[in-house]
């Protein structure tokens, strides 16, 4: 992506992140660490979800994401792309932290907002470890700089192979305010890292401004 729109052939959260942030994700692993969750099929989009849809709020900087399923309360830093238009990772220095991709919209807004955050770095399991593990209707919350929260409710957790992320389905608008958290999973090798990435799929039910 490039200023916010898709470079042909490029995905936001690569197939993945650079290859060296990629291999330090897993490093924990290698020393006798265990592969996060993944989701089952019953998660997949396609199912009733929630029929709640609440209206779109103004634009709000997301500060702080709250997951009570997972017991994530993390707080959230701005995120830009790289020279190949990739998402560039959050720093790895800090487990508890995730990241949101500041050129599309925030969390709340009209449109598909996008948090991205480590599943582990060298020192164990990382702010997004538990992702594949929420299920249809759990419930997550975003507060942001204008003192106001933002509640989704999940609508389906998939995991994708790096080599065939599927960009349009991901990124693209949805009805109101959608939110994708995304983090790397599935299968992994000392060589390459994880060779997938886990997205959960969620959607606004609730804003309070400030």
């Not at 480590?118 to 299920?135: I, N, Q």
């Not at 957790?157 to 009805?175: A, C, I, S, W």
Request: charged content about 20%; hydrophobic content about 35%; proline content about 8%.
């Amino acid at each position: 992506m490039e200023s916010g729109k898709h470079r042909a052939g490029r995905s936001l959260w690569p197939g993945t992140i650079a290859a060296g942030a990629a291999l330090v994700a897993g490093a924990w692993l290698l020393s006798g660490g265990r592969l996060p969750p993944l989701p089952g099929a019953d998660q997949a989009l396609g199912a009733v979800g929630s029929q709640v849809y609440a209206p779109p709020r103004d634009r709000a900087v997301p500060t702080r994401i709250r997951i009570p399923r997972l017991g994530v309360d993390a707080p959230v830093t701005g995120l830009g792309l790289d020279a190949d238009g990739r998402l560039e990772p959050p720093a790895d220095t800090d487990r508890n932290l995730a990241g949101w991709y500041r050129g599309g919209v925030t969390p709340g807004q009209r449109g598909t907002s996008v948090l991205a955050g480590h599943v582990d770095t060298r020192d164990g399991p990382a702010v997004f470890y538990g992702l594949g593990s929420l299920r249809r209707g759990d419930q997550l919350e975003v507060a942001g700089a204008d003192h106001g929260t933002s509640w989704f409710v999940v609508d389906a957790v998939e995991v994708y192979p790096k080599k065939d992320f599927p960009d349009q389905k991901v990124y693209g608008p949805g009805r109101g305010s959608q939110l994708r958290l995304i983090t790397c999973g599935g299968g992994y090798s000392a060589q390459e890292g994880y060779d997938g990435n886990v997205v959960v799929f969620a959607h606004l039910v609730r804003g309070v401004p400030a």
